[in-house]
């Protein structure tokens, strides 16, 4: 038994850490280290990856929205400015900590660890490998997207917790935004469980392997409405209107520094890596690649997706003006909810067609991806076009909205 | 051509005027919430219409009744109240009594109502003022025509509601708010009686039909005794009614009301309330002498005390209400002399020349402007058809021959010769009281000069005006000419014919000497009292001196006022057992009723949560019982 | 379960669970009462983990800790001046002694009753068992379900509109 | 040390308990709702262990009754909350002490 057997497994640092694990097995230590000790791994490793990915993010996305917007960008620290994050990471971790003299401490305190969790928890069931995966659960899908949404609590609480009255209507704005984006995201969600029967995070990628197809093709519709939702879940912009600097300073984390603040920080970009991760999974084919795999390691072809969705994200923020809050809500409400609903309900005719009729793979899925193509965009332009046409000339949404959050009361210095 | 009178025309008679009450409260009741005009005149020609359609099929019933055998016309009982033990059924009741009754009710009513048309022109209440005649009129006829005792109450409260409605008809005057209030509590007193009469009566025989009771007593069934009681209780409600001592008090304050409704009350229906009673349970009366000499010493009582007063009044009013009250008091000393046929003879004859006394002294005071006689004098100048229509009325009263009161009068001092020796000479003394009191009321309002009358533009008094004199002159004919009525003895056999029983009733014989004594002793106190108020041989405030006493006494009308507010009211009344009342009131009942309230208050605090309406006691009851229930099973059933 | 990783598991989510639980009755803020109400959701969400229920554990943090306690906050929020208060109303010892015998009556029947043989594993899988009941055995329920969850967006919708 | 059914019914009954008193003594609507959730959840713990524990056929039977509590009580707190919304704008108070407008 030798710790490994094959020079091609590490490919898939998973197989490594299994052969590892059993080798550990073998010499009587009792069952639960092995676990423990795998966990643990893990999650160095995640937390790893995580934090090296958003160091060179922070440099990635400063230097292309400078290239967008025609400038340097970040460019005295190192080569090409490459230790900038490293310098921001440094000015974080070294400067004062501020706590508000009305604040809540407890929810102040808790607010930026809480925002962090959820986001590598989420983390845990993504399979960058074969094997890369900490925990495959069978309900994975879901789980992301249940622990994705535990996040916004933290949000509101960090806008809470600041008594000020910016942060308090970032958190408003952002519990709104959730609240209407969560149900899109799901059903977005749903309709690619539809196809594959199953939402085990694996099962997905090996269906995609199967039938030697992406889900890009299949569900153009449900990626449209998963990016768009999941960009308003993390924040990013063009969505990021709960903290809108033009609007309300920066929103739930006006109050916070140092560290904390990097917290936050550190929290966006995993929750977009998260996001990422999933498109990269669900509709890229994950570690798949039509048969390179078998050369590549798995785990770089996907890195190689789900850095290429994230640059998508820094495409848009650096293309796209922000929304209004009201836009924001209308069209979660008025435009994804009902595209969505029509695209589980088009999923779930198109299994029951394909299943009735028992037609081979090959013929039935070029036709559903070309016509689901030519739906999605159908349906996209006409319901837009629709919209437009019914569009109320007041806007009772807007007015509601301001007046509700308008009302909001934050306590005065002097209460506490 | 004569028919019978069918049961519906005859209810007729009774909701002719309850129906034009009922049209014309709605009618106000809706014009009060701004619908229609803001005043009809058609309210006091829907109540004239109404009664002159009584009067009429009145006639018509006292016609079926002289033509019928028996003198009475009965119709079925209808059931009205059934509450296990007690049988109540509605029913009218025609017979000779109760047609004659009608007749001058509905007559009577009839006068008043055209006069008032005139007196009553300018007065804003006037739409209610019929509406409440007419309710008047109807519960009066009601009263008459009722078979049942129960029925018969509920319209003798009717009646007593609508003489406190109508005395206090012009409520905005302290004087008569209380005079209202006073008639309404004397006559309750004497309700009173009449209430525990009919329990008694009911828990004896079970019965409340008159007819029944009068089969009843007739037949033994009640003891003499129960009857003596029934008679006393149900004469108790009478002498209230008709204003019999000493329940006379509230009868001249009454003059508060509007002159027709006086005219009204005295002649027809309020006060002959008392007087139709008694005649109607008079075979009761007639078996039981006690209650029969109650009624007799009463009565006697009664006319020569109220003569006496009639003599000391200023105010015109006040003289013609102590008039009737002596009147009233000759019908109830007549009854109780057993002269059924002569009491109810007087009332007849009565009605009209009382009425005719008081339209003139209605009319007398449109032209003056006040009642008090010492501001008159010399009115037959300016108002010839009142004083002649006056002395008409007031020599009828006096009993001058021939007219009506001469009639009626003779035959209650014929009977009271035969049966009371002692009522005959009392009731004598009572005419020449009439006779003085009558002559002092004409010489002081018609002879001499004029002085003065009341108030602003009364300096020349003048004649009323034709729809005022139409019905005075009806009345004075009917005053006139009514006495002849019975010269046959028609009334008199359609009266006693339709009693239960031969025998009950006696008869008089008319007696010359008897006749004679009587317009003597009348002519003779009219010319007292021309000596001293016409001739003034002797002027009035000498006698007055001569018999200070007396006139002290007789202005301070017996003390009875002064016993009923000072000693019963305030003294006995209101220090004694109202305060002891109030003390046991306050200290005991409201103590209790408190007390249970406090304890209630503080039990219900507590338990109040269980009610409250809040969803966490409701969840607490459901946790509790879900407890409870569970170690409940958990024990029976380990 | 005997295995030394799944009891320790057991007791610390148990801890988290009931000690959670306990803060939300102690704690006066409404806003940190939902945080200790999201961590006992949280705990009985590994407490179905434990019991191999992972589909149910996932629909719990979805649900529970993530709409259900949003929800809270939302209303706690959009309701200001009630956030301060969170105090007992007068019945507090009435229902401490309530909620004591409840808990006393439940853990005694709990521990009193025969429960039978014991399952030694747990499921091996159970989203889509679940799936398959829902649509097959199920179906009825299911489709009240819906109807229950219209009626109640309706019914919300309706409760809350301006007007 | 075992991990039996017993204990899970503990946890169970714990937070049931808890929420109860939650539900009964809190003045706060949402405070309130915050105890019915716990008696949820509670009751949910039980099911669910009963579920794991019980051998069967019909084993499942307790997470498919989990799957429709917590739908109905995702449902209930919507229309709870709502009703708080409701009740606060008509009344600017969610004291369940003062929402006794219902009473008879």
């Known amino acids: 038994m030798t710790l490994l057997d094959s020079w091609w497994d590490l490919r898939d640092l998973g197989h490594a850490v299994a052969a590892f694990l059993e080798w550990l097995g073998d010499r009587g230590v009792p069952s639960w280290l092995p676990y423990l000790v795998s966990t643990l791994v893990g999650l160095m490793a995640l937390l790893l990856w995580a934090l090296l990915s958003q160091l060179f993010f922070i440099w990635a996305e400063r230097r292309l929205l400078a290239r967008i917007q025609v400038r340097l960008g970040p460019n005295r620290a190192g080569p090409f400015g490459l230790l900038q994050p490293v310098a921001d990471a ?153 903290e809108a600097e033009s609007e309300i300073v920066a929103g739930y984390h006006t109050e916070y520094g140092g560290i904390r603040w990097g917290m936050f920080q550190m929290a966006e970009y995993i929750a977009g890596f998260v996001v990422a991760a999933t498109v990269a999974v669900l509709w890229l084919g994950g570690w798949t690649l039509w048969g390179l795999e078998e050369w590549v390691p798995g785990w770089l072809i996907f890195l190689i997706k789900l850095y290429g969705v994230f640059f998508l994200f820094i495409w848009l923020r650096g293309t796209l003006p922000r929304l209004r809050i009201d836009q924001l809500m209308g069209f979660a409400w008025k435009f994804l909810l009902p595209l969505m609903l029509l695209n589980v309900l088009l999923a779930g005719l198109e299994m029951v067609v394909w299943k009735e009729t028992e037609a081979p793979a090959e013929v039935v899925l070029p036709i559903w991806a070309v016509g689901n193509i030519a739906i999605g965009v159908g349906l996209v332009v006409g319901w837009a076009l629709l919209m437009g046409h019914l569009r109320p000339r007041n806007r009772p949404a807007r007015s509601l909205l301001v007046r509700e959050v308008g009302q909001i009361y934050y306590r005065p210095l002097e209460e506490v | 051509m004569f028919r019978e009178i069918p049961e519906a025309a005859a209810w007729a008679i009774v909701l002719a005027p309850l129906g034009s009450f009922a049209i014309i409260s709605l009618a106000s009741l809706a014009r009060s919430l701004g619908l229609g005009r803001s005043r009809p005149p058609h309210s006091a020609w829907l109540t004239i219409g109404a009664i002159t359609a009584s009067l009429v099929l009145s006639l018509w019933a006292l016609d079926s009744v002289v033509q019928a055998d028996g003198h009475a016309v009965s119709f079925e009982p209808h059931r009205w109240v059934s509450i296990a033990p007690l049988e109540v059924s509605i029913g009218f009741r025609l017979d000779g009594l109760s047609a004659i009754m009608l007749a001058v009710v509905a007559g009577v009513s009839l006068s008043v109502q055209v006069y008032s048309q005139g007196y009553m022109a300018h007065d804003p209440g006037y739409s209610r003022y019929f509406a409440f005649m007419s309710l008047f009129t109807g519960a009066m006829l009601g009263l008459v025509a009722a078979s049942n005792l129960l029925q018969l109450f509920v319209f003798w409260e009717l009646v007593g509601l609508c003489s406190y409605l109508l005395i206090g008809f012009w409520f905005q005057r302290d004087a008569a708010r209380r005079a209202a209030t006073k008639a309404f509590l004397v006559t309750r007193l004497g309700d009173l009686g009449l209430l525990s009469a009919l329990l008694l009566i009911w828990r004896e025989t079970g019965e409340l039909d008159i007819g029944a009771i009068q089969e009843a007593a007739l037949t033994g069934a009640i003891g003499s005794g129960v009857l003596a009681f029934f008679a006393g209780g149900v004469f108790a409600g009478a002498a209230g009614k008709s204003a019999q001592f000493p329940l006379h008090v509230w009868l001249p304050d009454a003059m508060e009301g509007p002159t027709p409704v006086s005219a009204l009350i005295h002649a027809a229906t309020m006060v002959a309330a008392g007087v139709y009673l008694v005649a109607r349970l008079f075979p009761l009366y007639a078996l039981s002498e006690e209650a029969l000499t109650t009624v ?77 006689m010492r501001q008159m004098g010399g009115l037959a100048r300016y108002m010839p058809f009142t004083f002649l229509f006056t002395v008409v009325a007031a020599l009828a009263l006096v009993g001058i021959f021939p007219l009506a009161g001469f009639w009626s009068k003779d035959e209650l001092l014929a009977i009271a010769w035969d049966e009371r020796r002692w009522v005959f000479w009392a009731l004598l003394a009572g005419v020449f009281l009439t006779a003085l009191y009558m002559g002092r009321l004409l010489f002081l309002t018609f002879a001499g000069t004029y002085r003065g009358g009341g108030g602003e533009g009364h300096g020349h008094p003048h004649e009323s005006p034709l729809v005022m004199l139409v019905p005075m002159a009806a009345l004075a004919a009917l ?99 109202a305060w002891a009342l109030q003390q046991g009131d306050e200290k005991g009942v409201d103590g209790l009723v408190n007390g249970i309230g406090q304890a209630v208050r503080v039990i219900a605090q507590r338990v109040r949560m269980v009610q409250a309406g809040q969803v966490q006691v409701y969840g607490a009851a459901i946790a509790l019982g879900v407890v409870v229930s569970t170690v409940v099973i958990l024990l029976v059933n380990p | 379960m005997t295995g030394v990783g799944e009891v320790a598991a057991f007791w610390i989510l148990a801890t988290i669970t009931v000690g959670s639980a306990v803060v939300v009755a102690l704690v006066r803020d409404l806003v940190r009462a939902v945080v200790a109400l999201v961590g006992s959701f949280l705990g009985v969400a590994g407490l179905f983990i434990l019991l191999s229920a992972e ?63 014991q399952a030694k594993e747990g499921f091996q899988e159970t989203a889509s068992a679940i799936g398959e009941a829902l649509l097959n055995r199920y179906v009825l329920p299911f489709e009240v379900a819906s109807v229950l969850l219209l009626a109640a967006m309706l019914g919300a919708v309706v409760m809350v509109r301006e007007d | 040390m075992e991990v039996g059914l017993e204990h899970f019914l503990v946890i169970g009954a714990l937070l049931f308990g808890i929420g109860l008193l939650l539900s009964l003594s809190k003045r706060n609507l949402i405070g309130v709702l915050m105890g019915i959730e716990l008696m949820f959840n509670g009751a949910n713990v039980t099911l669910v262990a009963f579920a794991r524990f019980l051998e069967g056929a019909e084993a499942l039977a307790g997470q498919v009754l989990v799957v429709f509590a917590i739908t109905i009580a995702a449902a209930e707190a919507a229309v709870a909350l709502a009703i708080a919304m409701a009740l606060y704008r008509r009344r600017q108070t969610v004291d369940v002490d003062r929402a006794d407008i219902l009473r008879g």
């Open chain 1, 90 to 242: 440094l000015k974080v971790l070294s400067k004062e900590m501020i706590t508000p003299r009305g604040a809540d401490k407890v929810l102040f305190w808790l607010a930026p660890i809480g925002v962090v969790v959820p986001a590598i928890v989420a983390l845990g069931v993504i399979p960058f490998g074969q094997r890369m995966v900490l925990a495959d659960l069978n309900v994975g899908l879901l789980f992301i997207v249940a622990v994705s949404s535990t996040a916004t609590l933290f949000v509101f609480l960090a806008g809470w917790g600041s008594a000020n009255k910016y942060s308090l209507l970032g958190a408003m704005r952002s519990v709104a935004m959730l609240i209407s984006y969560e149900v899109v995201q799901v059903l977005a969600l749903l309709a690619v469980a539809v196809f594959v029967g199953s939402i085990r995070l694996g099962d997905i990628v090996s269906w995609q392997g199967r039938y030697n197809t992406w889900l890009i093709f299949l569900q153009p519709l449900g990626l449209l409405g998963f990016l768009i939702a999941s960009s308003v879940e993390v924040n990013r912009t063009p969505s990021d209107i709960a």
């Open chain 2, 296 to 372: 007799a010493v009463i009565g006697s009582v009664t006319a020569v005390m109220a003569g006496l007063l009639g003599l000391v009044m200023t105010d015109i009013k006040r003289v013609l209400a102590y008039s009737t009250i002596s009147q009233l008091g000759y019908m109830m000393a007549g009854l109780g002399s057993l002269g059924l046929a002569p009491a109810i003879f007087h009332l007849f004859t009565h009605a009209f020349f009382k009425a005719l006394l008081f339209l003139g002294a209605g009319s007398v005071n449109h032209a003056t402007g006040t009642f008090d």
């Open chain 2, 479 to 577: 005053s006139v000419g009514v006495g002849l009525v019975n010269l046959g003895k028609g009334m008199e056999h359609l009266l006693v014919g339709s009693l239960p029983e031969e025998g009950l009733a006696v008869e008089p014989h008319f007696r010359w000497e008897m006749a004679a004594s009587s317009v003597g002793v009348g002519v003779l106190g009219v010319g007292v009292a021309w000596l001293v108020y016409g001739l003034k041989v002797v002027r009035a405030e000498v006698i007055r001196s001569v018999f200070w006493p007396l006139a002290a006494v007789l202005e301070r009308k017996f003390f009875m006022d002064d016993l009923y507010e000072g000693v019963i009211a305030r003294g006995l009344v209101l220090r004694g057992v």
């Open chain 3, 55 to 117: 589909f149910l554990a996932v629909v719990q943090v979805l649900i529970y800790a993530g709409a259900i306690s949003i929800l809270m906050v939302f209303a706690i929020a959009l309701t200001p001046r009630s956030a301060r208060d969170n105090a007992e109303t007068a019945m507090r010892w009435l229902a401490l002694a309530l909620a004591l015998a409840m808990v006393g009556l439940l853990i005694a029947v709990a521990t009193v009753t025969e429960w039978g043989p």
